[in-house]
């Protein structure tokens, strides 16, 4: 199938009371893996990008792997940019031909982040691009992003009404109190908050920092309104125990392409896993 936004998928997503897992990629086999995960067990996904992964690629080459894989695989597939400050990355993405985007503008003050998700909302209009929009501050390092605790704070519901009303994003991440990596201790998520800024913003909301929450806390953040959950640090490991206990299990062998095998079965299984605990698994039959 061509790639599609995330504005079907979500909306879908929202009203059956599942959610669609957003996978950071890492290179052609990572991005494969997600999505062969996805063709098994018939679930929608979204591959995203860091802009640290744009840069390190160049836009050519990650939307000619997104074309091909995307291409002959049955399940919907979107290409999305993640936490991205850069307005020219985003132009440039959106014109290679990502379906989807978010502008993090989060570190800004509230009028200017309104302001510039104005600027991208109106970018990405009449182009099948959808965009995701940031409030609040999220806790830990993603890409250039990286914010302290003491730093950090939750998304307000007023504002998260206002901000959504007039910006008219496809997918909102309030931040509420989960953090990009590996959790020092138990997060303490904000359910209350998730009930009420799904209710007054009437949109499907996105769970960052997916890395190590509970499946409890993702069944219950689903429930309330998450319709995309974000992973990456898992893939980061997969992508590196996978390649590393191949060849240590293996020490005389090098072969590369028996490494490269083991990664992308790491990361297929892991990310199967987490569409079934999502409960988007089944929903792209
Ligand atoms: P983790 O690295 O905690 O999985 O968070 C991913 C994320 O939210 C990307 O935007």
């Known amino acids: 199938m061509a790639l599609e936004s995330m504005t079907g998928m979500l909306g879908e997503a929202k009203e059956g ?25 018939k679930a929608p996904v979204i591959v995203q990008t860091s802009t640290k992964t ?9 939307i000619s792997w997104a074309r091909e894989i995307a291409g002959r695989c049955p399940v919907p597939v979107a290409l999305h940019l993640d936490h991205c400050k850069d307005l020219g990355l985003i132009k440039q993405c959106i014109d290679a031909g990502w379906t989807s985007v978010m502008i993090d503008a989060s570190a800004s003050p509230f009028e200017e982040n309104l302001s510039l998700t104005k600027q991208i909302v109106a970018m990405a209009a009449g182009k099948q691009v959808s965009v995701e929009a940031e409030l609040g501050r999220i806790v830990g390092v993603e890409e250039e992003i990286s914010v302290a605790k003491d730093e950090a704070h939750l998304a307000d519901p007023q504002q998260s009404e206002r901000f959504c009303r007039e910006a008219s994003p496809d997918c909102f991440a309030p931040a509420i109190g989960r953090a ?106």
């Open 54 to 62: 744009v840069v390190f690629w160049g836009t050519d080459a990650i």
């Open 180 to 285: 990009h990596g590996i959790y020092k201790g138990e997060p303490k998520i904000a359910f209350d908050r998730i009930d009420v800024i799904a209710k007054r913003t009437h949109l499907p909301l996105a769970l960052h920092g997916g890395t190590g929450l509970s499946d409890d806390v993702f069944k219950k953040g689903i429930s309330l309104g998450c319709a995309k959950v974000n992973i990456s640090t898992q893939i980061k490991y997969a992508f590196i125990d996978g390649f590393v206990s191949y060849h240590a299990a293996h020490d005389k062998e090098y072969n590369p392409l028996k490494v490269i095998g083991a990664q992308f079965s790491r990361i297929k299984n892991e990310v199967a896993q987490n569409m079934t605990l999502f409960g988007s698994a089944g929903r792209a039959a």
């Open 17 to 41: 009371g599942y959610a669609v897992g957003a996978f950071n990629i890492l290179d052609y086999n990572s991005m494969l893996a997600v999505v062969k995960a996805a063709e098994e067990v």
